[in-house]
T-cell receptor, first 116, second 115 residues
Framework: GAVVSQHPSRVICKSGTSVKIECRSL??????MFWYRQFPKQSLMLMAT???????TYEQGVEKDKFLINHASLTLSTLTVTSAHPEDSSFYIC????WGSGTEAFFGQGTRLTVV | QQQVKQSPQSLIVQKGGISIINCAYE??????FPWYQQFPGKGPALLIA?????SEKKEGRFTISFNKSAKQFSLHIMDSQPGDSATYFC??????????????FGSGTQLTVLP
């Protein structure tokens, strides 16, 4: 099946710094990628939809200026958590659609962010 | 109307038993219903998916049963194994090919299969 690679898998950063998370579709082109946040023992919460070559669409309540999303190519989307605070600590997961099939969404391995 | 309600929240099954997880939805525009398996610290992985034009789909030990009139679908795991212990999410989405296909997730079921 299609592979979505997310990096890094774990990151620890200090409060006030920024962290970038990369999401790559390895064997297909992804016009649309999704970014989720997941708290322990909870479901995935959609943060934003990233569209190649255009601005991301953010879900209600998600701060655009804190969670910067860039989808510069058909295989790469990045999520930058700016001026991170401890409450931003969470598990972030990306998902990409296979442009060819148009059906399935494949998920990355997730990134565990800890802000200290 | 976008919600997908999932139950039970947790499930404990003996090895070799049948695990059953249920989901219900309200939005009749949903036309794609996948199930995902997630292990701790990992992203979700697609298990099996169904479209509303069929009532059942089976892949190995995993079966989806779909009841369009009741707006319900369920996952059955036959001969459950300790390695199946994970969190399972149902999901649903709308849209035709080429659309964003944003997934709406259920709340998840923590399955534990006892050896």
């Amino acid at each position: 099946g299609a592979v979505v690679s997310q990096h890094p898998s774990r990151v620890i950063c200090k409060s006030g710094t920024s962290v970038k998370i990369e999401c790559r579709s390895l064997d297909f082109q992804a016009t649309t990628m999704f970014w989720y946040r997941q708290f322990p023992k909870q479901s995935l919460m959609l943060m934003a939809t990233s569209n190649e070559g255009s601005k991301a669409t953010y879900e209600q309540g998600v701060e655009k200026d804190k969670f910067l999303i860039n989808h510069a190519s058909l295989t790469l989307s990045t999520l930058t958590v700016t001026s991170a605070h401890p409450e931003d600590s969470s598990f972030y997961i990306c998902s990409a659609r296979d442009w060819g099939s148009g059906t399935e969404a494949f998920f990355g391995q997730g990134t565990r962010l800890t802000v200290v | 109307q976008q919600q997908v309600k999932q139950s039970p929240q947790s499930l404990i099954v003996q090895k070799g038993g049948i695990s059953i997880i249920n989901c219900a939805y309200e939005n009749t525009a949903f036309d794609y219903f996948p199930w995902y398996q997630q292990f701790p610290g990992k992203g979700p992985a697609l298990l099996i998916a169904i479209r509303p034009d069929v009532s059942e789909k089976k892949e190995g030990r995993f079966t989806i049963s779909f009841n369009k009139s009741a707006k319900q679908f369920s996952l059955h795991i036959m001969d459950s194994q300790p390695g199946d212990s994970a969190t399972y999410f149902c999901a649903a989405s709308t849209g035709t090919s080429g659309s964003a296909r944003q997934l709406t997730f259920g709340s998840g079921t923590q399955l534990t299969v006892l050896p």
